[in-house]
């Protein structure tokens, strides 16, 4: 349930705690799951005035996210700049919550499952990589691809359902590879497996990036089997527990793995306002992004549509840096990784490449 009314907040709240505690009374084992304003969408007033129950470890605070919750932003603007302006507005009014410790709940987000509709297409990789960096859980609307009856109409077709209109088949299954990685938290009570580690999401696929070996490029693969990624405060992405760091080489070139991490083409910036754009310099100083080539293999090339231009698509360039304990299932270090960390000049190569 969601109010509508922002000008009657403190009345609305005052509701709230007594509804909880109604809730609570009936079944002291059940979530309450308290709801926001605005069609579901702010929860500001709780900044000033945080629910005072009489139980704990059982509050989850819900909202509603959906490209149109910003109206046509997402169409007539910059994928980049309506994104941060989004995200930093979600975090304004419900997203601080998280930031307190407490619980939130994104009980309804969905798109357009047939892809013809920008300003959804554009949203949701946005949202995907705030679910991601964020970690919060959610609800998708809708499984159902139709309606028995709805607003006068037999049979009516829902085009956010995950099926299609006669439930035979998956709408868009394109749609569901983008969610699976976030169908599973990446942190967490019962998720703490191993130490705290970096994964590099691109949410436009929902895949990670993998390397194999040495020898093979990187590319895009199951973030289940993603292994661990460190982010330096000197801004090296390298592989946790070894030497190697992720670097740039000329534009339009597969990214690749080296173990001199000193120079600025093993330096990794988050840009432009979305901040999922991975800058560094190619060798020649030529900046250049972290982007997916053919058969999603991991390239760089010019950053594109960081800015003003609305018809520009960046989201081949989209990676997320986010923190996770998950166990990967590549428990394994290659035996190249090994005989290169133990080859007799390691001494020399470390006083030029630093600790990363």
């Known amino acids: 349930m969601s109010f509508e009314a922002p000008n009657r907040t403190s009345m609305i709240a005052s509701y709230m705690q007594k509804g909880a505690e109604a809730v609570h009374s009936a079944n002291p084992d059940v979530i309450v ?3 926001g304003l605005n069609y579901d969408k702010d929860l500001s007033f709780l900044r000033n005035r945080p629910v005072d129950l ?3 470890g059982k509050i989850m605070f819900e909202v509603h996210w959906y490209g149109f919750t910003d109206g046509q932003a997402w169409k007539n603007g910059n994928s980049n700049q309506v994104c941060g302006r989004v995200v930093d507005n979600m975090m304004r009014i419900s997203g601080f919550l998280l930031d307190q410790g407490w619980p ?3 009980s309804e987000f969905g798109v ?3 892809g013809t509709n920008v300003n959804d297409n554009r949203y949701l990789g946005c949202f995907l990589g705030a679910a991601a960096e964020l970690d919060f859980d959610w609800a998708l609307w809708t499984l159902v691809g139709s309606y028995y009856f709805r607003q006068g109409v037999i049979g009516m077709n829902e085009y956010y359902g995950v099926l299609n209109w006669d439930w035979r088949e998956t709408r868009n299954s394109t749609f569901l590879q983008q969610i699976s990685a976030l169908q599973s938290p990446f942190r967490g009570p019962g998720v703490s497996k191993v130490h705290l580690h970096k994964v590099i999401f691109h949410p436009s696929t929902g895949l990670c990036v993998l390397r194999k070996s ?5 590319r895009l693969g199951p973030c289940t089997e993603s292994e661990a990624w460190n982010y330096s405060p000197q801004k090296i992405l390298s592989v946790k527990g070894t030497y190697f760091c992720l670097q740039t080489d000329d534009l339009a070139k597969p990214a690749k793995l080296g173990i001199i991490c000193t120079d600025s083409n093993s330096k990794w910036e988050t840009i432009s306002d979305s901040k999922m754009h991975l800058s560094s310099k190619a060798p020649n100083g030529t ?3 972290l982007d997916i080539g053919f058969n999603n293999t991991i390239v760089t090339g010019n950053c594109k549509c960081l800015s003003k231009d609305n ?3 960046p989201e081949s360039q989209w990676f997320k840096l986010v ?4 166990r990967s299932t590549m428990t394994k270090t290659s035996s190249l990784f090994s005989s290169i960390l133990n080859f007799p000049a390691r001494d020399f190569l470390w006083k030029f490449s630093g600790s990363v």
């Open 54 to 56: 009489t139980f704990s």
């Open 323 to 326: 923190n996770s304990t998950r």
């Open 33 to 35: 799951i308290l709801s």
């Open 112 to 114: 357009d499952q047939r």
């Open 311 to 313: 018809s520009c698509d």
């Open 287 to 289: 900046a250049v992004c």
């Open 214 to 218: 040495m020898m093979d490029p990187l």
């Open 104 to 106: 939130l709940f994104v």
